[in-house]
């Protein structure tokens, strides 16, 4: 897989975490001129590739990008899903420490 470089994504808690889609990351380091999407960094998208590199979003339920489509560049169903992420996180996190 080619080098790709991890976004650093901070959610509307303040939180950062570093997440890249491994198949965005994989096609769009083939062309480093492709524009960015804020999908490549959101925990709701489901990345396939096909004739063309698409994704799906779970949060809206459509196809929210394929390369013959123009990038979404803000989108608060990634701000939900991180919030949401979050707390899944926090939640398994304390019930693995309850179980000890």
Not at 1 to 24: A, F, R, V, W
Not at 37 to 48: E, L, M, S
Not at 65 to 85: H, K, N, Q
Request: charged content about 25%; proline content about 5%; aromatic content about 8%.
């Amino acid at each position: 897989m080619p080098d790709t470089k991890i976004l650093t994504q901070k959610s509307t808690t303040g939180t950062e975490t570093d997440y890249l889609s491994p198949t965005y990351g994989a096609r769009s380091g083939e062309d480093s001129e492709k524009p960015r999407t804020v999908c490549a960094t959101c925990p709701a998208a489901i990345w396939y590739d096909t004739d063309e590199l698409r994704c799906f979003c779970d949060v809206m339920k459509s196809i929210t990008f394929s390369e013959s489509s123009t990038p979404v560049t803000a989108c608060d169903g990634r701000e939900l899903a991180i919030t949401r992420l979050e707390k899944d996180l926090t939640s398994h996190t304390e019930s693995s420490f309850t179980a000890m």
